[in-house]
């Protein structure tokens, strides 16, 4: 009887563990992302690191059996190269809009995605209009970004171009991991290790076609002898990298260890701790109209997630593989919610 109760205990701390892990990597990966890309102004170069991590990272832990991934083949590469392009052009838009925008104007914009990927949904992969209550949830969303937009006395022409084009690249990512997922029949993992291991390859053909090779050449001259980065700049990439990795273990571990009622409530109050964080340590947010606004598509976001967790009580597992890829980053690295590489920078799998 000792024993039972002393592995119960043991199963609940590591439960309650993995929860803490996880919702400190949802909740902070935003700001840790911002703070990076403020220090160090690459956004291209800065994305390739976190892709090398987070490749590196999935084959190291299946190597020691941490984790199981498919095997990479040549053959499913060439078959998930489309879907890897809009993954690292999510993930590139993602950086940008950080580089030119705060963390409320990312997270406004992130939670306008259910109402586009409902309207794809309905367009492009003929599924069932959404119900009453679902489509009352997205006009609290519209409704509170629009409100946000208005009050944004931040508001800049650049930064809401990298808004409206993340905007973009991240619903058509969502949609087309959802084909990807059901035709694809890759784990989990799986896509993780090809989402980034892909997007690492294509890196340069980006560094190439926006001349960041170029800033980067001249900053390391420019430096030379004194050291190009600075231990700020240092220290705010590999944190990025680091919790991208962190944010798809987490995300999937949790997913797997608590019901999906408790993973999405979990994941709400995240995003509820992002804003109460970026508030309290630094003065890049909005005002409070603003954040009012911000707050009302977070409540609609709730609604949402009840009004489609509804629908659908006996979920299929190609469905639920699905639903582990979009949710966990995003938020998604390396999706990935990025997998929510969350806010959360779909970047690891999961995300921003």
Request: glycine share 6%.
């Amino acid at each position: 009887m000792a024993s039972v109760a002393a592995d119960a205990s043991k199963q609940h701390f590591t439960t309650a563990g993995l929860v803490v892990g996880y919702s400190l990597c949802s909740s902070l990966l935003a700001i840790i992302n911002k703070y990076a890309i403020t220090k160090f102004s690459y956004p291209g170069l800065l994305t390739a690191l976190q892709y090398f991590t987070s490749a590196l990272g999935v084959w190291v832990l299946g190597k020691l059996d941490v984790l199981h991934h498919d095997p990479f083949t040549l053959d499913n590469a060439k078959k998930f190269l489309p879907a890897a392009a809009v993954f690292y052009l999510a993930i590139f838009t993602n950086t940008n809009l950080l580089r030119h925008a705060n963390v409320d104007t990312f997270i406004v914009f992130r939670s306008l995605t259910p109402l586009l990927v409902a309207i794809a949904d309905t367009v492009f992969r003929k599924q069932p209009c959404p119900s009453k209550s679902t489509f009352f949830s997205l006009v609290i969303i519209l409704g509170g970004a629009v409100g946000y937009v208005l009050t944004d006395s931040a508001f800049t022409l650049t930064a809401y171009s990298w808004a409206a084009a993340y905007l973009v690249t991240i619903t058509t990512e969502m949609v087309y991991i959802k084909h990807m997922v059901t035709h694809l029949g890759l784990n989990t993992w799986g896509f993780v290790l090809y989402n980034n291991l892909i997007s690492l390859l294509m890196s340069p053909v980006f560094w190439i076609a926006t001349g960041e090779y170029a800033d980067v050449f001249t900053a390391v001259k420019m430096s030379s002898g004194s050291g190009w980065l600075q231990l700020d700049a240092t220290v705010a990439v590999a944190l990025s990298c680091v919790f991208g990795l962190l944010i798809s273990f987490f995300g999937f571990a949790t997913r797997r260890a608590i019901s999906a009622t408790a993973f999405t409530v979990t994941g709400v109050a995240n995003k509820f701790l992002t804003v109460a964080i970026n508030v309290m340590i630094w003065d890049k947010h909005a005002s409070p109209l603003g954040l009012a606004c911000l707050l009302s598509t977070l409540v609609g976001g709730v609604v949402y997630q009840q009004s489609v967790t509804g629908s659908a009580s006996f979920p299929s597992k190609q469905s639920s593989e699905a639903s582990k890829l979009i949710d966990n980053g995003e938020e998604d690295a390396g999706d990935s919610e990025k997998v929510e590489q969350d806010i959360e920078m779909p970047v690891s799998g999961k995300k921003p």
